[in-house]
């Protein structure tokens, strides 16, 4: 079965300070992945989405990237934070064929940043 | 940006039926309707989808009208573990713009 893992779990960073938050996906081959941020009462905002390693689309323009080195492996990074920056990031996952896809959430990082 | 409109939220009795609309007037031809739904501090999750035929799965029922332009999810017997905010979502790619939701509460 499709497992998908997000570390850490809980992040607390100062303001300035890089990001990086990894995503694993295991049992599937060649998925579609997708980083979301949802801020505090609101609804998910698609942030990345990446169909192939390498191949990666973005969003919203915004201090943060996205970089995909392994078929399975998702990574959102920051060079600088910002005070805006503090979220719940989710990682998501679906089948990279088809036009019907439902996606697969991880458990997601809650980062705060002071 | 999210092309579908839901109420903030809604409540409804433990064991009656829930019933959340959703407008989505702009959905093209080829999109699908999506519904997930979130429970606190955890990741969505799918619930069902459809694209012009209602669909019922164990989870719940979708019924969409003949103009496509809104929908419903129905919850056939509503538990308090249903107390979520729910999603309702128009795509025809893999690409997912999720609205605020439906913060559906649950009373016993």
């Known amino acids: 079965s499709q497992t998908i893992h997000q570390w850490p779990a809980t992040l607390v960073q100062p303001v300035g300070s890089p990001l990086s938050l990894e995503c694993t996906v295991e049992g599937t081959s060649n998925p579609n992945l997708y980083w979301y941020r949802q801020a505090a009462g609101r609804g998910l905002q698609l942030l990345f989405y990446?169909?192939?390693?390498?191949?990666i689309s973005s969003e919203v323009p915004q201090n943060l990237s996205a970089s995909r080195p392994q078929d399975r492996q998702f990574i959102l990074s920051s060079k600088k934070l910002l005070l805006s920056d503090s979220g719940f990031y989710l990682c998501?996952?679906?089948?990279?064929?088809?036009?019907?896809?439902?996606?697969?959430f991880g458990p997601g990082t809650r980062l705060t940043v002071l | 940006d999210a092309k579908t409109t839901q109420p903030p939220s809604m409540d409804c009795a433990e064991g009656r039926a829930a019933n959340l609309p959703c407008n989505h007037s702009t959905i093209s031809g080829n999109e699908y309707v999506y519904w997930y739904r979130q429970i606190h501090s955890q990741g969505p999750q799918y619930i069902i989808h459809?694209?012009?035929n209602n669909e019922t799965n164990e989870m719940a029922s979708l019924i969409i009208t003949e103009d496509r332009k809104s929908s419903t999810l129905i919850l056939p017997h509503a538990t308090l573990r249903d107390t979520a905010v729910y999603y309702c979502i128009v795509s025809n790619f893999n690409k997912f713009y999720f609205g605020s939701g439906t913060k559906l509460n649950v009373k016993p």
């Open positions: 998501a996952w679906a089948l990279g064929t088809g036009s019907v896809n439902e996606q697969f």
């Open positions: 459809g694209l012009k």
């Open positions: 990446s169909i192939g390693i390498d191949q």
